[in-house]
């Protein structure tokens, strides 16, 4: 059974740092590519970040460029995003999901929800003071 979990989403003052986890079970990492979404209430869920499980090319939303980080380590079939600089209406529900992978003149689309087949449950962050 294919299942994708997060974790490390966590209340954290404005200007602060997340990392966050997305374990994968019943996959091998190297054949898919991964993304971070995220969905603040009452607003669509955008991709922020995907990364290919086999080579590790990585591509961003201009939001979140150079202050998040998307990695992976195939050995614990783990992706994580590292998050800095948390501004609060990033306060959102956090989730990573996953693709067959993408060739590369198709990554582009790795930020389009409706390509992905497979979804974990979300990890809640709150920027607040």
């Known amino acids: 059974q294919l299942q994708l979990v997060e974790s490390g989403g966590d209340l954290v003052q404005p200007g602060g740092s997340l990392r966050l986890s997305c374990e994968m079970s019943g996959f091998d990492l190297r054949r898919y590519h991964i993304g971070w979404f995220r969905q603040a209430p009452g607003k669509e869920r955008e991709g922020i970040a995907c990364i290919s499980g086999w080579d590790g090319r990585t591509r961003y939303a201009d939001s979140v460029r150079g202050r998040f980080t998307i990695s992976k380590n195939n050995g614990k079939n783990t992706v994580y995003l590292q998050i800095n600089d948390l501004k609060p209406e990033e306060t959102s529900v956090y989730y990573c999901?996953?693709?067959?992978?993408?060739?590369?003149?198709?990554?582009?689309?790795?930020?389009?929800?409706?390509?992905?087949?497979?979804w974990g449950q979300g990890t809640q962050v709150t920027v607040s003071s």
């Open positions: 999901a996953a693709r067959t992978r993408l060739i590369s003149s198709e990554e582009y689309k790795c930020f389009d929800k409706e390509i992905y087949a497979y």
